[in-house]
């Protein structure tokens, strides 16, 4: 198999790298056993599991998103922060189990830090109030000597958190969930309160809405587009169909983006009584959870949550990034759902933790990515190739082969360096035992290289 890839000399847009984020809810095994377990001995003193940890930070999300999902509807940040023996132990009545009292806002920001991610937190609107979720902003980045900063400074830490990106409510039409802003115009007229109390408390936030159909968000933005940063787009595969991205592409993500440019060409009015500012820049799209999503019922997985992942699912999740990197003049955050244990790159048990083969596309793309996008095309419809233009003029492509034959690339400038990622069949799947995944450096130097059969290559011009 034979194919040229070339690519224009112009960028097209700027890439955000807030596209390569994660997720984690209080789910299952998410957080509490998989993040935070209190009583295993892999765990340090706060409970955090250190070899996760480690994961984690090899991972190193650009941005993570938290406490939920579904979950947030029963969700009160005050539950979960200060002195351990003062935090209430709360019933999941959503998932099950409990809420992880030992992994609040605080852990959850310190978890930030140490894996470098930009913390991404979402409100409870349906059990919550436009108080509430303040109060918690003021938490998290009050600077003044006022209770809810003395609080966290009580708590032991004296600077802000600085929380820059908030999710007003989550998936918030799905009726089977928690809340009445399944009606679009319950969902507007309260998520402006949200707005109204979170803004007036910090200026500086930028805020992610619900969206869903056409009729609802077109309702939301006629409401509230001058005050939204993103507009929030999930999706899940049930199987690693290559087909589907392309679907997700034309049914659902390109309607938004026709929407927003809409929106986004509009004059802002707004009245300055608001006393706070406005939407400064354009529009975006936060696709804030992502994944494939098996839906595999059974009675140790009563949510079909636990995805064991083949090499073919992380070949649909490098062309998925592909896709992103196509889209990112619209996209400008994305979280894959979610980082540890349920439907998620990295899994853990009592006894170890390790690698699914997901993880590897993640990490690589997130490692080598340029930051603005090149025009690229490639003329063989196994192989899906983008490339990315660095600030020191290095290109950087991304070509993945779903054939079963090695393909020889004919390239317009000479490869320096080409990282190959593969497994020996699609159908591997790692566990604790096993991982199948190789990672290394093939030869480079010369315009034509080989791209293995089902692999990544990730090539350096
Ligand atoms: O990621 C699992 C669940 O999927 C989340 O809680 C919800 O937002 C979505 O439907």
Redesign the pocket.
């Known amino acids: 198999m034979k194919t040229k890839i070339t690519f224009s000399k112009d960028t097209k847009n700027q890439i955000d790298h807030k596209i390569f984020g994660n997720f984690i809810?209080h789910?299952e095994n998410c957080i509490l056993g998989g993040i935070c377990d209190p009583e295993n001995p892999l765990s340090d003193e706060k409970g955090i599991r250190k070899d996760v940890l480690e994961l984690c930070k090899d991972l190193s999300p650009s941005i993570l998103r938290f406490p939920?999902?579904?979950?947030v509807g029963i969700y009160h940040w005050q539950d979960h922060v200060g002195p351990l023996n003062e935090r209430k132990k709360m019933k999941n009545i959503i998932w099950g189990d409990r809420l992880c009292h030992e992994f609040g806002t605080a852990e959850f920001v310190e978890y930030c830090r140490k894996i470098g991610a930009e913390p991404m937190i979402c409100v409870n609107m349906p059990t919550g109030s436009a108080e509430e979720a303040a109060h918690w902003v003021e938490y998290c980045n009050g600077t003044d000597d006022t209770y809810y900063a003395n609080l966290r400074r009580s708590h032991g830490y004296e600077e802000p958190f600085n929380v820059k990106y908030w999710c007003i409510g989550?998936?918030s039409n799905a009726e089977p969930d928690l809340g009445w802003q399944h009606d679009v115009n319950v969902y507007i007229r309260e998520a402006w309160e949200f707005v109204k109390y979170m803004k007036l408390t910090d200026p500086t936030i930028k805020l992610v809405f619900v969206s869903h159909d056409e009729e609802w968000n077109r309702a939301v933005l006629d409401s509230l587009s001058s005050v939204c940063d993103y507009m929030s787009v999930?999706c899940y595969a049930r199987k690693p169909d290559y087909g589907f991205i392309g679907r997700f592409v034309e049914r659902n993500l390109a309607p938004v983006e026709a929407l927003i440019d809409e929106y986004n060409k509009k004059e802002i009015e707004f009245s300055h009584w608001y006393r706070f500012p406005h939407r400064a820049e354009p529009i975006k799209i936060a696709l804030d959870?992502w994944n494939i999503w098996s839906h595999n019922f059974s009675e140790t997985d009563r949510y079909g949550l636990m995805d064991r992942y083949d090499w073919k699912s992380a070949l649909w999740v490098a062309k998925f990034l592909n896709m992103m990197l196509r889209h990112s003049d619209h996209i400008g955050i994305a979280n894959m759902?979610?980082m540890v244990n349920v439907?998620a790159p990295i899994c853990a048990d009592k006894d170890g933790s390790f690698r699914q083969t997901i993880f590897y596309p993640m990490r690589e793309y997130r490692k080598h990515c340029g930051t603005a996008l090149l025009d690229v095309c490639c003329d063989c419809e196994n192989v899906d190739a983008v490339g990315t233009l660095h600030e020191n003029g290095q290109i950087t492509l991304f070509a993945v082969n779903t054939s079963g034959d090695a393909a020889t690339a004919e390239l317009e400038l000479k490869a320096t360096a080409h990282k190959v990622i593969l497994c020996d069949s699609e159908n591997l799947i790692n566990d604790m035992q096993n991982d199948y995944v190789k990672v290394f450096d093939a030869p480079a130097d010369s315009d034509t290289v080989i791209l293995p059969p089902y692999s990544i290559s990730v090539i350096r011009l």
Do not use: F, K, W
């Open positions: 809810e789910l939920g999902g579904t979950v989550n998936e999930h959870e759902a979610q439907i």
